[in-house]
């Protein structure tokens, strides 16, 4: 299991921006997709945006046009651009990194901790 660490959470207007940062442990970190999921009190876990090996990207519906996820390799960590932040965005954002083989080895998905944001004026 890899572990993850994210950062980048806090409280912003309506309309602001944040961005959310996750650092995976280990040197197998771009050979696996990554994404970002959130989820809210009372509510299902949603995923919010995918980035593969090869930079292909999914959005939630809601959050198309909104946010952006990327990847650099060389600083090892995967970013979440969240523009024109909207009070239903609030929730606790999560890191995850899918499981899969790397060279004969199975690694189990993971899951960060955990960052919070909200939006409220």
């Known amino acids: 299991q890899v572990q993850l660490v994210e950062s980048g959470g806090g409280l912003v207007q309506p309309g602001g921006s944040l961005r959310l940062s996750c650092a995976p442990s280990?040197?197998?970190?771009?050979?696996?997709?990554m994404g970002w999921y959130r989820q809210a009190p009372g509510n299902q876990r949603e995923l919010v945006a995918r980035?593969?090996?090869?930079?292909?990207?999914n959005y939630a519906d809601s959050v198309k046009g909104r946010f952006t996820i990327s990847r650099d390799n060389g600083k090892n960590t995967v970013y979440l651009q969240m523009n024109s932040l909207k009070p239903e965005d609030t929730a606790v954002y999560y890191c995850?990194?899918?499981?899969?083989?790397?060279?004969?080895?199975?690694?189990?998905?993971?899951w960060g901790q955990g960052t919070q944001v909200t939006v409220s004026s």
């Open positions: 995850h990194v899918e499981s899969g083989y790397y060279y004969g080895t199975y690694y189990l998905e993971s």
């Open positions: 280990g040197s197998i970190f771009s050979r696996f997709a």
């Open positions: 980035i593969s090996v090869g930079g292909n990207t």
